[in-house]
């Protein structure tokens, strides 16, 4: 397989990936993301596109690229990461006692731009809290976990207590759904598009 690049510095994602067994270097995108009014899954798809690419530019070699970006939205707003802990109040109030959608954007650069092969595609889990009091909501937040994560929770921590329910990849939730990756990454190339 050819050499494989992150585009990303998330922990995460970083951890998903060698669960996985893949070997990585790690190159995070320098260009400020451009967001626009595109809904959540779209978003994502462009997010992650314009991680990739970003990043496969300054790759002379043959190698893989793996840009992506997860949002969380809740009745189609995207809830990105809190500005303050007000902010994470008024995420976790919304989200809790009900069900919210994530969604990761995951793109596969295979060779250069120019002649290459570039592949995206989206990810969406649907995850249900438990309700949650008031109390509960700043206990969580003093705890200091919800100020870098999307929708100010992270599931992989603290917050998994609140998880009622998901359907779909949990991976996707905590910021790649690994799997189909993987997947994609070890296909036939007949069966690459078939894998997703």
Same mark, same amino acid.
């Given at each position: 397989?050819?050499?494989?690049?992150?585009?990303?510095?998330?922990?995460?994602?970083?951890?998903?990936?060698?669960?996985?067994?893949?070997?990585?270097? *790690?190159?995070?995108?320098?260009? =400020?993301?451009?967001?626009? @009014?595109?809904?959540?899954?779209?978003?994502? +798809?462009? &997010?992650?596109?314009?991680?990739?690419?970003?990043?496969?530019?300054?790759?002379?070699?043959?190698?893989?690229?793996?840009?992506?970006?997860? *949002?969380?939205?809740?009745?189609? =707003?995207?809830?990105?990461? @809190?500005?303050?802990?007000?902010?994470?109040? +008024?995420? &976790?109030?919304?989200?809790q006692g009900r069900t919210h959608e994530v969604y990761t954007g995951v793109t596969i650069v295979e060779g250069s731009l120019d002649s290459g092969k570039t592949t995206v595609f989206a990810e969406k889990t649907e995850v249900t809290m438990y309700p949650m009091s008031d109390q509960m909501i700043w206990d969580y937040i003093r705890t200091g976990e919800p100020s870098d994560k999307a929708g100010a929770y992270g599931i992989q921590g603290r917050a998994a207590v609140f998880i009622k329910s998901i359907k779909g990849d949990y991976n996707n939730v905590v910021g790649l759904p690994v799997a189909a990756v993987w997947q994609y990454l070890n296909a036939d190339k007949e069966e690459k598009h078939a894998a997703l």
């Amino acid at each position: 397989m050819k050499k494989i690049i992150l585009a990303s510095a998330s922990p995460r994602r970083k951890e998903l990936m060698k669960q996985a067994g893949l070997e990585f270097d *790690v190159c995070v995108s320098t260009k =400020e993301e451009k967001k626009g @009014p595109w809904g959540p899954e779209e978003m994502v +798809r462009r &997010l992650s596109r314009q991680k990739a690419q970003d990043v496969a530019e300054r790759y002379a070699e043959d190698c893989i690229v793996i840009g992506a970006d997860t *949002v969380v939205a809740c009745d189609q =707003e995207i809830l990105g990461k @809190p500005a303050d802990d007000q902010d994470a109040f +008024r995420m &976790l109030h919304m989200l809790q006692g009900r069900t919210h959608e994530v969604y990761t954007g995951v793109t596969i650069v295979e060779g250069s731009l120019d002649s290459g092969k570039t592949t995206v595609f989206a990810e969406k889990t649907e995850v249900t809290m438990y309700p949650m009091s008031d109390q509960m909501i700043w206990d969580y937040i003093r705890t200091g976990e919800p100020s870098d994560k999307a929708g100010a929770y992270g599931i992989q921590g603290r917050a998994a207590v609140f998880i009622k329910s998901i359907k779909g990849d949990y991976n996707n939730v905590v910021g790649l759904p690994v799997a189909a990756v993987w997947q994609y990454l070890n296909a036939d190339k007949e069966e690459k598009h078939a894998a997703l």
